[in-house]
T-cell receptor, first 114, second 114 residues
Framework: DGGITQSPKYLFRKEGQNVTLSCEQN?????MYWYRQDPGQGLRLIYY???????QKGDIAEGYSVSREKKESFPLTVTSAQKNPTAFYLCASSIGSSGGDEQFFGPGTRLTVL | GENVEQHPSTLSVQEGDSAVIKCTYS??????FPWYKQELGKRPQLIID???NVGEKKDQRIAVTLNKTAKHFSLHITETQPEDSAVYFC?????????????WGAGTKLIIKP
C-alpha cells in the first residue's frame, strides 16, 4: 500500500489548538485532495490542489487551511475555527486533475478533540 | 452543482447471492462514475469505473451499468463472498471541468451473511 502516506494515524487535540496533518505521495501525481469522513456520510472535499503553489476550496473549507509548496506534500491544518473537527481525514492524489483519474488514498488520520 | 444519492445505506445478502447498489446523479454533464470499496479501518480503493460513452462494464464478479437518460448507475456483485463485506461508495464527476471534483454518495454498508 505504498505511494501515499499520512501521519499521524491518531491525533488528539485540545480545544483552541491548531493541528497539522501530514500527507506525502511519491507517485509523481499532480493533484492532491483532502477529504473528511464522518460516520454514515460520504467523503466531503475540504481542499484540493491541481498543481504546486495552487489550491482550491472544496465544499467544507471553513476552519481548514492547506499549502502546496512541493509536489509531493499537501499538509492540512485544522484551525481552532473549525467547530467540530473530530473526524477521519483522508488524503488522496491522482495523476491528473481534469477528472476521470483514479484517486489513490492514504491510510487516514483520525482526529479527536478532547 | 452535482448531487449524488446512493441506496440502500445498508445491504445484507446471503453468501453466494448477488448484491446491487444504486446511485442517481443530478448533473447531466457528468461523464465519469467510479466505485470505491472501503474495508473496515482501511482506505477507499477503486474497484471499477465507467465513462458515459458506455452502458456497462464488467470485471470478473463485479459490473457497473449506466443509464444516462435516467441519470443513474448501479454496481452489481455476483456470487458474493465474505471478503466483499465493506462500505461501497459511488461518485460522479464532470471530466475536464476546471473546477472538477468528485461528488460522492453517502455509502452502502454491504454485509455478507455466511
Amino acid at each position: 500500500d505504498g505511494g501515499i502516506t499520512q501521519s499521524p494515524k491518531y491525533l488528539f487535540r485540545k480545544e483552541g489548538q491548531n493541528v497539522t496533518l501530514s500527507c506525502e505521495q511519491n507517485l509523481n501525481h499532480d493533484a492532491m485532495y483532502w477529504y473528511r469522513q464522518d460516520p454514515g456520510q460520504g467523503l466531503r472535499l475540504i481542499y484540493y490542489s491541481q498543481i504546486v503553489n495552487d489550491f482550491q476550496k472544496g465544499d467544507i473549507a471553513e476552519g481548514y487551511s492547506v499549502s502546496r509548496e512541493k509536489k509531493e506534500s499537501f499538509p492540512l491544518t485544522v484551525t481552532s475555527a473549525q467547530k467540530n473537527p473530530t473526524a477521519f481525514y483522508l488524503c488522496a492524489s491522482s495523476i491528473g486533475s481534469s477528472g476521470g483519474d483514479e484517486q489513490f488514498f492514504g491510510p487516514g488520520t483520525r482526529l479527536t478533540v478532547l | 452543482g452535482e448531487n449524488v444519492e446512493q441506496h440502500p445505506s445498508t445491504l445484507s445478502v446471503q453468501e453466494g447471492d448477488s448484491a446491487v447498489i444504486k446511485c442517481t446523479y443530478s448533473d447531466s454533464a457528468s461523464n465519469y462514475f467510479p466505485w470505491y470499496k472501503q474495508e473496515l479501518g482501511k482506505r477507499p480503493q477503486l474497484i471499477i469505473d465507467i465513462r458515459s460513452n458506455v452502458g456497462e462494464k464488467k470485471d470478473q464478479r463485479i459490473a457497473v451499468t449506466l443509464n444516462k437518460t435516467a441519470k443513474h448507475f448501479s454496481l452489481h456483485i455476483t456470487e458474493t463472498q465474505p471478503e466483499d463485506s465493506a462500505v461501497y461508495f459511488c461518485a460522479a464527476t464532470t471530466n475536464g471541468d476546471s473546477n472538477y471534483q468528485l461528488i460522492w454518495g453517502a455509502g452502502t454498508k454491504l454485509i455478507i451473511k455466511p
